[in-house]
């Protein structure tokens, strides 16, 4: 009983994080909501990630600096920043907006489970000029066919998505075993140097010929592969 016990205490941890990463999406979900207004919101959840993600690199940013960051423009950005303060994420100053304690944690807590991510040249598995890739940490489980992460990714204009799972030091598609990067050298070592991955980690890879819309369709994949896992 003392061995079951110890041996079923990883499941319970799993499924705690798993409801801790639920919780979150949802949070970035009620910030892009409308709030009771008739106005259609031009920002979205990955907008949103990608907003705090600048944030948590730099103790202030400016309207000017998202906007360029974020491909909006500035009405949007004001209402970004609005919603996030709501939240109780952010606050403003003239140097700029900088995050509270609450948004540093919610930081963290998504940087855990998506710790990296790094653009890559067209290859043999990525075919566009701009790829964008992104780690899930230790996620594999949550990943079927990797259909979901494609069809999560398209709907940000992506052109294309894979899913590679990190297992016995190799890159496999799903259901697989063979190492799909054995004979791409340059495409493993950049994945290997970028985003560290380790045993069940999940890179999710997606492609376009702009480079914002690879990098959103990425994100948007990732939070969703949370959000559902």
């Known amino acids: 009983m003392y061995l079951s016990s110890w041996t079923i205490y990883p499941i319970y941890i799993e499924k705690f994080l798993k409801k801790i990463l ?5 949070i970035l979900q009620n910030i892009v909501s409308r709030k009771g207004s008739s106005k259609i919101l031009t920002f979205s959840i990955p907008h949103v990630f990608k907003a705090l ?5 730099d103790k202030f940013v400016s309207r000017s600096k998202f906007s360029q960051e974020l491909h909006l423009g500035e009405g949007a950005i004001k209402t970004l920043i609005l919603h996030l303060k709501d939240a109780k994420m952010v606050d403003t100053t003239k ?7 609450k948004g540093r944690k919610f930081c963290e807590n998504l940087s855990n489970a998506i710790p990296s991510e790094c653009s890559l ?49 190799g890159f496999v598609f799903p259901g697989e075993n063979l190492d799909c990067l054995a004979d791409d050298q340059n495409t493993r070592k950049k994945i290997l140097e970028n985003l560290c991955p380790e045993q069940n980690d999940v890179i999710i890879i997606t492609s376009s010929n702009d480079p914002f819309v690879s990098e959103v369709s990425a994100k948007n994949s990732a939070l969703w592969t ?3 896992g």
């Open 22 to 26: 639920r919780q979150q999406i949802q």
């Open 53 to 57: 993600q600048l944030l948590y690199q």
């Open 95 to 101: 140097s700029g907006t900088y995050l509270t304690p």
């Open 121 to 169: 040249t067209r290859c043999k598995i990525a075919s566009e000029k701009y790829n964008h890739a992104i780690i899930l940490k230790n996620y594999s489980y949550a990943i079927k066919t990797g259909l979901e992460q494609r069809d999560f990714a398209i709907l940000y204009g992506s052109s294309g998505c894979i899913t590679l799972i990190y297992k016995n030091d």
């Open 226 to 228: 949370l959000a559902t």
